[in-house]
């Protein structure tokens, strides 16, 4: 009988990382198209071309398989803020740096306003529920002390500025702009998405940011 080769058990492990990662991203796009309450487990099946036994073996239930998708969500837009190398700019090019970043990844990126509308709809529980989402979201805070400390440090930066509510006037002057664009656009009788609106948007949202921090 011939010995099953050392590498098996490593390709075992390739191959689940793979069907985990396919079913993630159709449970995203079933999710951010349907919410958690219209999302069928048939359907993500389908449009990750696995059997669906598979995606209860991985992740037991529908709720469990969101809160994962939500995880999955938060992980990738940290990372790539870490690419931004904010803490190697000066403090205001940095705070620059991430609203414009902040800005964009949403436009770029719809499925992540819709997946946090769905999850807001269900009181965040899978998110208050998961430990990895607060290691995730954590290093965030951390970093924009860093430059709010770096830019006090250096005198350009006025005193009393909390990272979490700084982060969330970041978040909140694009989230709410483009979750309602559709509402906006109709009650003032302007396209808000046209690429001169976004282009005006954006320098606001650096005006109302850098406004508030900077000293004088």
Same mark, same amino acid.
């Given at each position: ?81 870490? @690419? ?5 700019? @000066? ?31 269900? @009181? ?71 690429? @001169? ?20």
């Amino acid at each position: 009988m011939n010995k099953p080769s050392p590498a098996a058990p490593e390709e075992r492990l390739r191959d689940a990382d793979r069907s985990q990662a396919t079913i993630l991203k159709a449970a995203r796009d079933e999710f951010s198209e349907h919410g958690l309450g219209g999302a069928r487990m048939d359907r993500i099946a389908e449009r990750a071309g696995l059997n669906k036994r598979l995606i209860y073996y991985y992740f037991e239930d529908k709720e469990r398989l969101f809160q994962a998708v939500l995880e999955q969500t938060y992980h990738h837009i940290r990372e790539e803020e870490h @690419k931004l190398n904010l803490l190697h700019l @000066k403090p205001e090019t940095a705070l620059r740096r991430l609203v414009e970043f902040t800005w964009h990844y949403y436009l770029e990126h719809p499925e992540f306003l819709t997946l946090l509308n769905s999850a807001n709809l269900h @009181k965040a529980r899978h998110l208050a529920q998961s430990e990895r989402a607060r290691e995730l979201n954590s290093p965030l805070v951390l970093m924009l002390q860093d430059i709010i400390e770096r830019g006090q440090a250096d005198g350009s930066f006025r005193g009393g500025i909390d990272p979490v509510q700084l982060y969330v006037s970041i978040a909140g002057l694009a989230y709410f702009y483009l979750s309602n664009n559709h509402t906006l656009s109709a009650i003032f009788g302007r396209d808000l998405m046209a690429p @001169k609106a976004l282009n005006e948007r954006l320098s606001h949202m650096c005006d109302v940011i850098l406004g508030y921090v900077l000293r004088g």
